[in-house]
């Protein structure tokens, strides 16, 4: 077993990296997949809160990382799903505590024993941006549909492709279907358009991402959640599995075709 | 955004924010901002006036991109020499 290292990173802060590592890291360990989540996060940690672990983490990433204790020593196992394993962050230090070439040493000597490293990234594009980036296979570029995000994830595409890596994959984070419905929203496909990276997956908006963050229950584990079932098919396509897009709501039936007649006739 | 607004020839957010954002991007990708580009245009215009007349107010120099490949493209008229000395 070798494992495909995942970085999750964006341009913007709090588009949603933590929640698509939680998510996807659970549905691709409900999938019988072996998994650790990694939070790279340094100093602002939260995917152990996210997952719901918070009380179980003795050491985190700067401990193994100072030889203060060993790898698997810092792994916390999930007993709700036995295959998923998360390396804390540490809270109290800064990002410089864990430098690219640690990272890629820790995943170095996690990739036997695992299917997937998934590594959620901190904000912004210093230091601990190229130390989440340093080990990665894949990565995963999180935005929302917004102008400012989608900016700053056009320099992240940038930025990767300098560091020699390999183009991102693109997740589109809460979409407002009702919005792009009346035209107040950017929709996936001009995302899309703009960016020109292949996409990965899109995630609805859904209130329950907050009541499951709240509970410390990732909302993938919610049968019928929107957003639960978007992440189960992100999950799903990193297995290799065909899984259709989230319906775009542009494209739809007799309506969008209206829709469509519309706008291409007025306004402009 | 209401249909009244529809019905006024507004363009929808979402058409405006896409505008938008295109033209940040060619910006932000080619790093030249609208202020160099006019700097850049107006030593074009300099150099080339030494050698053929051209109209300058009539210089157009934008950044153009086909998916992530930026071009700078000058569009310089050159102005007629004999009905313009
Ligand atoms: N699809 C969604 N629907 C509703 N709320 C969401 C969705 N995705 C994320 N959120 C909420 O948005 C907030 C930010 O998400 P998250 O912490 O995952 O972002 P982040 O990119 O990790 O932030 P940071 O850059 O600070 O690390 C959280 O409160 C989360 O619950
Ligand atoms: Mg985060």
């Known amino acids: 077993m070798s494992a495909q290292v995942i970085t999750v990173t964006s341009g913007k802060g709090g588009v949603g990296k933590t929640t698509v590592t939680a998510n996807v890291g659970m549905a691709l360990?409900?999938?019988?997949?072996?998994?650790v989540c990694v939070d790279a996060d340094i100093g602002l940690r939260n995917l152990d809160v996210v997952l719901g672990l918070e009380n179980r983490?003795?050491?985190?990433?700067?401990?193994?990382v100072e030889g203060r204790c060993r790898t698997r020593q810092a792994l916390i196992r999930d007993k709700r799903v036995p295959t998923l394993h998360l390396m804390p962050a540490a809270q109290s230090r800064d990002k410089s505590a864990v430098k690219p070439e640690d990272m890629v040493r820790i995943c170095e000597e996690l990739r036997p024993e695992f299917d997937y490293i998934l590594i959620d990234s901190a904000a912004g594009i210093e230091e601990g941006f190229r130390t989440a980036l340093a080990p990665a296979d894949l990565i995963l570029l999180v935005t929302n549909p917004e102008v400012s995000a989608v900016r700053d994830a056009d320099r992240v595409i940038g930025l990767v492709e300098a560091m020699g890596k390999p183009v991102p994959k693109l997740i589109v984070n809460r979409l407002k279907l009702d919005m792009v419905r009346r035209g107040d929203m950017l929709d996936?496909?001009?995302v899309l358009e703009i960016l020109a990276i292949e996409l990965l997956g899109v995630i609805p908006e859904d209130e329950q991402v907050i009541v499951?963050?709240?509970?410390?229950?990732?909302v993938v584990l919610e049968e019928r959640s929107p957003a639960g079932q978007a992440f189960r098919a992100i999950a799903r396509r990193l297995m290799g599995e065909p899984v259709p897009?989230?319906?775009?709501?542009?494209?739809?039936?007799?309506?969008?075709?209206?829709?469509?007649?519309?706008r291409s006739g007025g306004g402009r | 955004m209401s249909w009244l607004d529809r019905l006024r020839?507004?363009?929808?957010?979402?058409?405006?924010?896409?505008?938008?954002?295109?033209?940040?991007?060619?910006?932000?990708?080619?790093?030249?901002?609208?202020?160099?580009?006019e700097v850049i245009k107006d030593e074009i215009i300099a150099v080339l006036s030494r050698h053929v007349p051209i109209i300058a107010e009539e210089v157009r120099v934008t950044v153009t991109q086909d998916a992530r490949e930026c071009r700078l493209v000058a569009d310089i008229p050159l102005g007629n020499r004999h009905s313009r000395s």
């Open chain 1, 29 to 35: 360990a409900l999938a019988g997949r072996k998994v």
């Open chain 1, 57 to 64: 983490i003795v050491y985190d990433i700067v401990h193994v």
């Open chain 1, 188 to 190: 996936t496909s001009d």
């Open chain 1, 212 to 218: 499951a963050t709240n509970r410390g229950m990732p």
């Open chain 1, 245 to 262: 897009m989230f319906p775009s709501e542009d494209g739809q039936g007799i309506l969008g075709w209206l829709r469509r007649l519309v």
């Open chain 2, 9 to 37: 020839g507004r363009p929808l957010p979402r058409e405006t924010a896409k505008q938008r954002l295109q033209v940040i991007l060619v910006h932000d990708r080619s790093n030249l901002s609208p202020g160099l580009l």
